[in-house]
Nanobody, 114 residues
Framework: QVQLVESGGGLVHIGGSLRLSCAAS????????MSWYRQAPGKERESVAT??????????DYADSVKGRFAVSRDNDKNTVYLQMNSLKPEDSAVYYC?????WGQGTQVTVSP
């Protein structure tokens, strides 16, 4: 079955950086569009970034709130998608989830402290 396993979350100060990873299995990774979502306490889950499959030349999409600070990438040889997060702000604190289709990872917590 499809499994998505996130890693790389943690506690970071304002302005710091983190790189999240999502290792995928049980699917044809190169054919899969991969997305990152996040959910903060009391808020709805929101899309953060999407990177399209190997057959789609469309550039990645980003939420307006992270444009210029976050970068999504994928390694089709490693079946892994990444989210590089720079210039982190307190409002970036959330559980970050990897997604493809109706499959979700378990999430990884990102906390940005003053």
């Amino acid at each position: 079955q499809v499994q998505l396993v996130e890693s790389g979350g943690g506690l970071v100060h304002i302005g710091g950086s983190l790189r999240l990873s999502c290792a995928a299995s049980g699917l044809i990774f190169s054919s899969s569009t991969m997305s990152w979502y996040r959910q903060a306490p009391g808020k709805e889950r929101e899309s953060v970034a999407t990177v399209y499959n190997a057959y789609n030349t469309r550039a990645p999409d980003y939420a307006d709130s992270v444009k210029g600070r976050f970068a999504v990438s994928r390694d089709n040889d490693k079946n892994t998608v990444y989210l590089q997060m720079n210039s982190l702000k307190p409002e970036d604190s959330a559980v970050y989830y990897c997604n493809t289709g109706h499959y979700w990872g378990q999430g990884t917590q990102v906390t940005v402290s003053p």
